[in-house]
């Protein structure tokens, strides 16, 4: 009697050790150093356990000199982790905050900084503001404080003055004139025209297929009027001098167009 009894308790004591395990599930899980669940999510809907980064440049409503700008931040670190390979995603409002630019994931630059050029041009003499966050696995970190800047102004000061002096000012921005950017000088020298008020305004650039051309324009002409009425303003551009200006009428047969630059 006493052998069954004994039996009895090894076999209910087996027994109930075999439930405790299997109500244990799958034991404990390690712990994510890495990523947090949705439930822990930020307020800005970050979940990779990082750092900010830095906004570094351009900030402070710094006018920057071109329509695509790098943009400079110094690395998220991790808070648990070490030496993840993490990437960045830069992220670009315009002055309605409305993002008009974001970028896909960039690999993180080396010496505790990553720079990034956006590759569309943004609108021209508008502020801008601009923020950045840490991607790693699908996950995204918490975003870096907006900074701000200025894009220029694609006319950049207004030169003053008669025509001689207006031409002779935006040299002086210019210095040497490469040829790409001979349509753009005359366009400014056109707008100063305008601006200035000089008689035949609006001037412009003289749209031109053949001959001297750049890009669709005339590469040393700016006019004003249409038709008959048209006027040319021969400014003798090369890519290394500027002489003149000269005043020539064009005959009534030549009917190639001005487009007027803004005023």
Known sequence: MKHHI???VAV???TAFTLACSDSGNGPSAPSFLTSGAADAAADGSTLK???PEAVSPTGGAEVSDLDPDLVINNAAPRFVQDLALSYVFEVMNS???VVYRSAPIPQGGGGRTSHEIDVDLDDDEVHTWRAYAVYQGQRGPT???ASFKTFNR???VCHGGEVQIVACRKAQYGHIPHDRLPEFLERVAYDLNV???EHRPYGRLVKTVGNNCQGYSCDIICA????GQRQWDVLIDEDSLQGPVWNRVPETNVRPCEAAPQ
Do not use: R
């Open 196 to 198: 200035n008020g000089h």
């Open 12 to 14: 209910a004591a087996a």
């Open 6 to 8: 004994a039996f009895a």
């Open 144 to 146: 870096s404080a907006a």
């Open 155 to 157: 006319f950049g000061t």
């Open 96 to 98: 309605a905050n409305q």
């Open 50 to 52: 990082v750092t900010a």
């Open 225 to 228: 009027g249409q038709g008959g």
